[in-house]
């Protein structure tokens, strides 16, 4: 009976994670338990399937039961290619003149088969985006009934498993800072879809009934753009909507009341947040800025609980470290190390109680720069680079690089990958593979 108990428990964790329903997995941290998920690919080696992916979109797919989503968006005329790595230059203000579609996919997570291709929208985009962001940079979200589709200012749109339209929800095209785009993916939890809209005129969080689409309510912000996404934080004392902001990192009841804040985010803010152990940890990390801080809270805050720049903790921030976080990439916290991964292509690692430096910047070989975040299995750090080459890395208290997988030479990554079961979904900038032992 005991063998049979204990096996059991060893089952459970493998089937939930059959499904990745969202960003980073269903508690945001990119982290899988399957010991049959592969460590080594290339363009060949361990591909069950590769399938072209037609448009241009950063969204991460997701994945439930059999099916495999993601989103792309079709120029029927010229667009211009991204440039890789971190620079200037990239503000494209005017906005595109020719019509888009926007597209919906549904794949085979077998065989890697189009189930079907469905147009939510057909027209002229209403805002520029950065020439590195794309129309479909927001990855979808699903509770097993509907798949959830934000396209920023072209609207969020409910779809069933058939791919038909449930229901759509209409956003206004509001200015984002340079005219950068958007980028903030909704999140579910229980009967409730939340979005949160920062830009440079009227920033808001959005709470929506999932099955209908109505708005419940909405919290106006006093935020500029900003392209976190929002986290759903359940923790010991109650549960909470965390949104990150380059003014202030805000924290929501689930009325949309603001339980508490902090001030001292970097100017940009893009990594999405998440908890464990019962700390929530909080990222920002504009390169051109001096301040690039990584937060640890504790639950149960109330009211402004900023710590300056003399100070690293308070009464409800456990730590702080001023000059730790990424850019774009998210942090991962994996074997009780919190691991960070920098754009320009260096890792260190820090303690997730204290924050102590476990090991400083190590350098990533053989890319220009990083945007996806990091994801960990089998004790390995995968790091997904924009020259579509994936860094192995063991984990522990030292840096140990084992080796580099590479994808093809028009595979710019930017997309964080999803883990299903047994099978590591990686979407390029020309394709999705799906990587199987």
């Not at 939510?120 to 979808?140: D, Q």
Request: overall charge positive.
């Amino acid at each position: 009976m005991r063998i049979l108990i204990f096996s059991l428990a060893l089952l459970l964790p493998l089937s939930a994670q059959e499904n990745w329903p969202a960003f980073r997995g269903a508690d945001s941290r990119g982290i899988a338990k399957n010991p049959d998920l592969p460590d080594t690919w290339s363009t060949t080696e361990n591909v069950a399937w590769k399938t072209d992916i037609p448009g241009r979109g950063w969204s991460s797919p997701i994945v439930w039961g059999k099916k495999v989503f993601l989103t792309t968006v079709v120029n029927e005329g010229e667009t211009e290619s991204p440039k890789k790595g971190l620079y200037f230059g990239g503000n494209r203000l005017k906005i595109p003149d020719t019509n888009h579609l926007w597209k919906v996919l549904c794949l085979d997570l077998e065989s890697g088969k189009v189930l079907w291709d469905k147009n939510v929208h057909k027209g002229k985009p209403k805002s520029p985006i950065h020439l590195k962001n794309s129309y479909a940079s927001e990855t979808p979200v699903t509770d097993g009934e509907l798949v959830y589709c934000y396209f920023g200012s072209m609207g969020l749109f409910a779809m069933d498993f058939q791919g038909k339209v449930v229901w759509s929800h209409e956003v206004p095209a509001y200015k984002t800072r340079y005219g950068w785009g958007t980028s903030s993916s909704p999140v579910l939890h229980k009967d409730r879809l939340y979005l949160v809209n920062d830009n440079d005129e009227k920033s808001s969080l959005l709470a929506l009934d999932k099955k209908t689409g109505k708005e419940i309510w909405r919290t106006p912000r006093e935020e500029k753009s900003n392209w976190s996404n929002p986290y759903i934080w359940e923790n010991k004392k109650r549960t909470e909507i965390i949104v990150p902001g380059s003014g202030r990192t805000r924290s929501y009841d689930l009325n949309g009341k603001e339980l508490w804040s902090f001030k001292g985010m970097s100017s940009i803010t893009i990594a999405t947040p998440y908890a464990h152990d019962g700390l929530l940890y909080i990222s920002s990390g504009y390169v051109g800025d001096f301040k690039r801080p990584l937060y640890a809270i504790k639950p149960g805050a109330q009211g402004d609980i900023s710590v300056t720049s003399k100070k690293t903790s308070n009464d409800f921030i456990a730590w702080s470290n001023w000059k730790a976080a990424p850019y774009n990439p998210s942090t991962l916290l994996y074997q009780d190390q919190v691991y960070v991964l920098l754009d320009r292509g260096y890792l260190s690692a820090y303690s997730p109680k204290t924050g102590t430096e476990i090991y400083g910047k190590q350098r990533l070989p053989g890319s220009t720069g990083f945007t996806a975040s990091p994801w960990a299995y089998q004790g390995k750090i995968f790091c997904f680079n924009e020259d579509g080459g994936t860094n192995v890395c063991r984990a522990g208290k030292s840096f140990e690089l084992l080796h580099t997988n590479q994808l093809a030479e028009d595979d710019m990554g930017m997309a964080t990958p999803a883990l299903a079961g047994k099978n590591l979904l990686i979407r390029t900038s020309a394709r999705i593979y799906c990587i199987r032992k």
